[in-house]
């Protein structure tokens, strides 16, 4: 496989580029670029030898930590949200989605060291959690996974909170 380069969609002809073969995930591309230009969301696509192989979307969303519910407003906690990873249909099962996400969470870790951004979520469909967890994320709430027959979808984060600064704050106080 050759080089994936990743950039964020730049006009309407690159928001739908391919088939990922989910009907939902389509939906949300073909409205991809108008939501990027009225600064709802980002989104990028990922090139292989010229052509465009993936898709994902970025959305800002806040957490409640009464509830660990979505909420878009508000004094919560700041998080970053991947709406969507896409990959074309033809070049699944290549190795191009993990590429893309571990480059993703590269961007979003240095985006959340600068800014008051702690989390990164995505909910992920019940058969890929697994995957996700590799790349550490965690399940909402509580770190436990809900019975497969209770969710089609699972949220899930990394919490990018510098826990060690935390722990010395605290310990600094007592």
Not at 41 to 52: G, K, M, P, Q, R
């Amino acid at each position: 496989m050759g080089q994936i380069t990743i950039k964020e969609i730049t006009a309407e002809c690159d928001s739908v580029p391919f088939d990922c073969g989910e009907h939902d995930i389509q939906t949300l591309m073909a409205g991809a670029y108008a939501a990027s230009i009225l600064k709802q969301v980002a989104v990028f696509n990922a090139f292989l030898d010229e052509s465009i192989v993936a898709q994902y979307m970025l959305s800002t969303v806040f957490l409640s930590d009464d509830n660990y519910t979505w909420s878009y407003g508000g004094h919560l906690f700041a998080g970053i949200k991947i709406e969507y990873l896409a990959v074309a249909k033809e070049k699944q099962g290549m190795g191009i989605g993990t590429c893309v996400l571990e480059e993703a969470i590269r961007n979003l870790r240095d985006l959340c060291e600068k800014l008051p951004i702690r989390f990164i979520f995505i909910e992920s469909v019940y058969s890929k959690t697994d995957w996700y967890l590799d790349f550490g994320f965690d399940y909402l709430p509580s770190g436990v996974k809900p019975p497969q027959e209770d969710a089609f979808v699972v949220p899930m984060c990394i919490d990018m909170m510098g826990k060690d600064a935390v722990e010395a704050y605290i310990d600094s106080l007592v």
